[in-house]
Every structure is written in structure tokens, then in C-alpha cells.
Nanobody, 122 residues
Framework: QVQLKESGPGLVKPSQTLSLTCTVS??????????WSWLRQPPGKGLEWMGV???????YYNPSLASRTSISRDTSKNQFFLQLRSVAPEDTAVYYC??????????????WGQGTQVTVSS
């Protein structure tokens, strides 16, 4: 059973960079045809897909966030990462890592982290 767990600071100041880690257990992030996504849900709003990194290292971003977002991985630690630059209060959300069911653009997810609250405030 694949398990995902997000970690990172819960409070980030405006204009700074939000950095989160997703630690994966029960499976390797390099296993064929698995993809590893970041999503977020602002308070009172729906889920927003931010981007995904594949088993092969290919990365796809939500075009609306691409200019501020970086996704990377450390295969030796079985972790993948999210960086969101120049944050503003509207970036306040619960951030999730999750595994799409079949391909990188699939919006059905088989495995989820528990989510981590990030608040952007001075």
C-alpha cells in the first residue's frame, strides 16, 4: 500500500517561497507509470491541480501557476517536492500530494497524503 505524507512549514510570509516535501512509502517514485502530483484547496474553494512529476522525471505544471511553481524529486529519499514562489495570502490552502490513477493528467487519485495547512501571512 502506497502512503504519502506532506511536510513543511505551516506559515509563510508574503513574497517568500513555500516549500513542501512529500515522502512516499510502500512504493518507489521511479516505478513505471506512476505519477506524483501536488494539489491544493483554498478555504471555501475547490481542489486545484498544481502539477505532477512522473516516474521518468518528466514534469507538468498547471499553466496558471507554472511561472511560480517548481516540482522536483530526490529518488534516493523517495521524496518529491513543491516550491511556490512569491506567495500571497490567496495561496493559503491545504496542500496535498497524491497519485493519479492512470496517467499524469488523470484527475482520479488512488492515494493521498493527509494534507498540510499552509497559511500565508505576515
Amino acid at each position: 500500500q502506497v502512503q504519502l505524507k506532506e511536510s513543511g512549514p505551516g506559515l509563510v510570509k508574503p513574497s517568500q517561497t513555500l516549500s513542501l516535501t512529500c515522502t512516499v512509502s510502500g512504493g518507489s517514485i521511479t516505478t513505471g507509470y506512476y505519477y506524483w502530483s501536488w494539489l491544493r484547496q483554498p478555504p471555501g474553494k475547490g481542489l486545484e491541480w498544481m502539477g505532477v512529476i512522473g516516474y521518468d522525471g518528466k514534469i507538468y505544471y498547471n499553466p496558471s501557476l507554472a511561472s511560480r511553481t517548481s516540482i522536483s524529486r530526490d529518488t534516493s529519499k523517495n521524496q518529491f517536492f513543491l516550491q511556490l514562489r512569491s506567495v500571497a495570502p490567496e495561496d493559503t490552502a491545504v496542500y496535498y500530494c497524491a497519485t493519479p490513477r492512470s496517467w499524469w493528467g488523470d484527475r482520479r487519485y488512488d492515494y493521498w497524503g493527509q494534507g498540510t495547512q499552509v497559511t500565508v501571512s505576515s
